[in-house]
């Protein structure tokens, strides 16, 4: 079956905390949808828009403006209308699927999503700045890639997955000299690449025995660096961190279940950061089944000491 669907929408917000908003504010969704299926393929895109200026108008609950006679003594105050021009955001969201099934017990997964995204940070209440001469903008663009194989059969069951993903921030804030020039007071941008693996598995023995095997490994890679930086000497010097970090975390367990009322569970977790490893985590369990009239089968866990 192959088809696309389109989708529009604007939806209006009438929140903001401490101000009360004479006018509403919109923001735009824009959503496509395309898939593609067969016996053996399912193909899925996936796109949405989200837009919104964020321009709008408001009581400020959080100014009060004075109000003078002819003497300049105080006879009043009042909550100033303003007008909002900061928060704007723009995303943009695209995810592709891909699965072939081989019809013999195993699927293969192809799974990207990419995220860019450009978002104004608000100003406070008591900003009394000109939203126009200030510059305060968080950027984003992350993708994220995912291969996997899942091996069906009747009394097992194997699975892998490996995937990378790369994520870039640039953070900025500045303000106009009022020459048309910015002062760049923060120019801040982070990279964080990661390569991870894992695998999972269940096999059944019998009808009483359930051995399930979970491991998982990540390879961070993060550097952060800010060019804007004054030393006491007045020079400008880049600051930041280039930093690695390796993670496994492997878990394991057994359940034993000699009547339908009554079984056993016993795990097994060890965690590794770089050369630093945790010693294994034992916890023991009692699962006793529960069954109400029109319910399902309900597990209370009887958690015993666990020793490191």
Request: glycine fraction near 8%; include cysteine.
């Amino acid at each position: 079956m192959d088809w696309a669907v389109w989708s529009n929408s604007a939806r209006l917000l009438k929140s903001l905390k401490g101000s009360t908003p004479s006018t509403c504010r919109a923001s735009f969704d824009e959503f496509a949808r395309f898939t593609y299926g067969s016996e053996r393929w399912h193909v899925s895109t996936r796109a949405v828009y989200s837009s919104s200026p964020n321009d709008y108008k408001y009581t400020n609950h959080d100014k009060k403006i004075n109000i003078y006679d002819e003497d300049k003594n105080i006879v009043g105050q009042y909550h100033p209308k303003e007008r909002n021009r900061s928060g704007a955001f723009k995303d943009l969201h695209l995810l592709q699927e891909v699965y072939y099934n081989t019809g013999k017990g195993d699927r293969f997964g192809l799974n990207a999503w990419f995220l860019t995204s450009k978002r104004g940070l608000s100003q406070t209440t008591v900003d009394y700045g000109d939203p126009k001469d200030i510059l305060h903008q968080q950027r984003e663009r992350t993708l994220r890639s995912v291969l996997s194989w899942d091996h069906l059969r009747p009394t097992y069951k194997v699975g892998a997955k490996a995937g990378y993903i790369h994520t870039w921030l640039g953070y900025d804030y500045a303000r106009d000299k009022g020459n048309g020039e910015w002062a760049y007071m923060i120019t801040s941008r982070s990279k964080v690449n990661t390569l991870f693996a894992s695998g999972n598995s269940e096999f059944y023995v019998g009808k009483k025995w359930l051995f399930s095997a979970d491991i998982a490994l990540h390879q961070h890679f993060a550097k952060n660096q800010d060019r804007n930086i004054i030393t006491q000497q007045g020079d400008k010097a880049v600051v930041g961190y280039d930093k690695a970090r390796t993670e496994l975390s492997a878990y394991m367990t057994a359940k034993w279940t000699p009547t339908e009322r009554l079984g056993l569970s016993l795990a097994l977790r060890r965690q590794g950061l770089d050369a630093a490893h945790s010693g294994i985590l034992c916890r023991l369990h009692a699962l006793e089944s529960r069954k109400r009239p029109g319910q399902g089968i309900h597990f209370a866990q009887l958690p015993f000491p666990h020793a490191q």
